[in-house]
């Protein structure tokens, strides 16, 4: 019994060095305290500040666009700066930002902490990545981002569950403001984290001399890369906001489930990702990364296409039974999705060009978040079946794509070296 306890421990293991765990163990309670209010925001300026509901999205959506405006900018300093100074920085204008939410009166109000806010997360997530690869070695870069998504699902689940019950037991103003405070904490207790127990490795300056020039003038040459961006823009898209958006009002409009079936749904996908993401490393790195990206696609393609049956199913005990099932063939796709493309990027970047590199591989997701409930909330509208047939065949199309692309990218698994330079490691 033991031995097998053991058997199953160790493929926890992630070998990862001491700093790298105390940062993501930080990164788990910032992400705990962004769950607690994520469900409510709408809920919070519509019912207990009197936005409309026009008003409030348009707040929520100012966060993630001043994000995606900063992440870029944030590339550029992390190539020349500390990523230690910027997750700090950024950290603390989060901080700033949510606690202000707690005290909005005006809409203007709820604008200007959305800005502070968003900058602060657009700053911190790239340079949180970044500080990481420069942490780890080239091997170590899978197990890291498999960690990183295991905090975040596992941190927003949490804070989403426990904030559910505190506004279900008082669902008054007050409690709304204590969980904007409590947000505001973590991320000024993550900042202190990083501050006094993660070192600060040195960003490697680009000279005169680099053949393949520098700044994202240089990234822009790289098609490889862009192609490679482009292709995940779409997986993103079809694989992840497709479902974590788009499926619940599918749902709920045109099949049984009802929000509590769909809450049951979210559990197994969040929690199926949170037990096998890391364990999966070594499955997936002995695949080659095209065929890694290949099967990620057809396992989005199947998910999106097993939807269509349960909108002809009438037992709702049975069509929330085929959507746990299409939650788990989407979590089978997301861990190789991301155990693949987070290490990629990094491997294809210039050591000059981390930061700008990383900060594209952040925007392939931050701007999918807005393409995704675009698209998917105007075929709701108009044709809901084409989500997911058509999201099915764009998810094969990008696989196809990235099929096609065989040596171009860097492999572990080709002996050769790649003639790409990787990032470096921590000093």
């Given at each position: 019994?033991?031995?097998r306890v053991?058997?199953v421990?160790?493929?926890?293991?992630?070998?990862?060095?001491?700093?790298?765990?105390?940062?993501?163990?930080?990164?788990?309670?910032?992400?705990?305290g962004?769950?607690?209010?994520?469900?409510?925001?709408?809920?919070?300026l519509?019912?207990?500040?009197?936005?409309?509901?026009?008003?409030?999205?348009?707040?929520?959506a100012?966060?993630?666009?001043?994000?995606?405006?900063?992440?870029?900018?944030?590339?550029?300093?992390?190539?020349r700066?500390?990523?230690?100074?910027?997750?700090?920085?950024?950290?603390?204008?989060?901080?700033?930002?949510y606690?202000?939410?707690?005290?909005?009166?005006?809409?203007?109000q709820?604008?200007?902490?959305?800005?502070?806010?968003?900058?602060?997360?657009g700053?911190?997530g790239?340079a949180?990545?970044?500080?990481?690869?420069?942490?780890?070695?080239?091997?170590?870069?899978?197990?890291a981002?498999?960690?990183?998504?295991?905090?975040?699902?596992?941190?927003?689940?949490?804070?989403?569950?426990?904030?559910?019950?505190?506004?279900a037991?008082?669902?008054?103003?007050?409690?709304?403001?204590?969980?904007?405070?409590?947000?505001?904490?973590?991320?000024?207790?993550?900042?202190?984290?990083?501050?006094?127990?993660?070192?600060?490795?040195?960003?490697?300056?680009?000279?005169?001399?680099?053949?393949?020039?520098?700044?994202?003038?240089?990234?822009?040459?790289?098609?490889?890369?862009?192609?490679?961006?482009?292709a995940?823009?779409?997986?993103?898209?079809?694989?992840h906001?497709?479902f974590?958006?788009?499926?619940?009002?599918?749902a709920?409009?045109?099949?049984?489930?009802?929000?509590?079936?769909?809450?049951?749904?979210?559990?197994?996908?969040?929690?199926?990702?949170?037990?096998?993401?890391?364990?999966?490393?070594?499955?997936?790195?002995?695949?080659?990364?095209?065929?890694?990206?290949?099967?990620?696609?057809?396992?989005?393609?199947?998910?999106?296409?097993a939807?269509?049956?349960a909108?002809?199913?009438?037992?709702?005990?049975?069509?929330?039974?085929?959507?746990?099932?299409?939650?788990?063939?989407?979590a089978?796709?997301?861990i190789?999705?991301?155990?693949?493309?987070?290490?990629?990027?990094?491997?294809?970047?210039?050591?000059h060009l981390?930061g700008?590199?990383?900060?594209?591989?952040?925007?392939?997701f931050?701007?999918?978040?807005a393409?995704?409930?675009?698209?998917?909330?105007?075929?709701?509208?108009?044709?809901?079946?084409?989500?997911?047939?058509?999201?099915?065949?764009?998810a094969?199309?990008a696989?196809?794509?990235?099929?096609?692309l065989?040596?171009?990218?860097?492999?572990?698994l080709?002996?050769?070296?790649?003639?790409?330079?990787?990032?470096?490691?921590?000093?």
């Open positions: 019994m033991m031995r053991s058997q421990l160790s493929g926890w293991r992630t070998g990862l060095p001491r700093p790298v765990l105390i940062l993501q163990a930080g990164d788990a309670l910032n992400y705990f962004y769950g607690l209010v994520l469900p409510f925001e709408i809920i919070y519509h019912q207990a500040r009197g936005f409309s509901t026009s008003t409030a999205g348009l707040v929520l100012t966060t993630m666009g001043t994000s995606a405006i900063v992440t870029p900018a944030t590339g550029a300093l992390l190539d700066y500390p990523a230690k100074a910027l997750v700090v920085a950024g950290s603390l204008a989060s901080a700033l930002g606690a202000g939410f707690a005290f909005v009166d005006r809409p203007w709820g604008f200007a902490y959305s800005v502070v806010s968003g900058a602060g997360l700053a911190a790239t949180s990545r970044t500080l990481v690869v420069r942490l780890v070695t080239k091997e170590q870069r899978a197990a981002f498999a960690l990183n998504r295991v905090t975040g699902n596992f941190g927003i689940g949490a804070g989403a569950t426990v904030g559910g019950f505190i506004v037991a008082a669902p008054q103003l007050s409690t709304f403001q204590l969980l904007y405070f409590f947000d505001a904490v973590t991320y000024a207790g993550f900042a202190l984290i990083v501050l006094a127990a993660v070192p600060s490795p040195r960003a490697e300056i680009a000279t005169a001399t680099d053949a393949n020039g520098t700044g994202f003038r240089a990234v822009a040459r790289d098609r490889i890369f862009l192609i490679v961006i482009a995940n823009i779409v997986l993103v898209v079809v694989g906001t497709f974590s958006n788009i499926l619940p009002p599918f709920k409009a045109h099949t049984p489930v009802g929000p509590a079936e769909i809450g049951i749904i979210f559990l197994v996908n969040t929690a199926f990702v949170v037990i096998a993401q890391i364990p999966a490393v070594r499955a997936v790195g002995r695949m080659r990364r095209t065929h890694a990206f290949a099967a990620a696609s057809a396992l989005f393609a199947v998910a999106l296409l939807v269509l049956p909108t002809i199913i009438h037992s709702k005990l049975a069509a929330t039974s085929l959507l746990v099932g299409v939650a788990i063939v989407f089978l796709g997301e190789a999705h991301t155990l693949v493309l987070g290490p990629l990027v990094a491997d294809m970047a210039p050591a981390l700008r590199y990383l900060s594209l591989y952040t925007l392939t931050t701007g999918s978040l393409l995704g409930p675009a698209i998917g909330g105007l075929l709701l509208q108009t044709s809901p079946n084409v989500i997911w047939w058509g999201g099915a065949f764009a094969l199309m696989g196809a794509v990235l099929l096609r065989g040596g171009r990218i860097p492999d572990p080709d002996e050769a070296p790649s003639g790409l330079t990787s990032a470096p490691e921590a000093a």
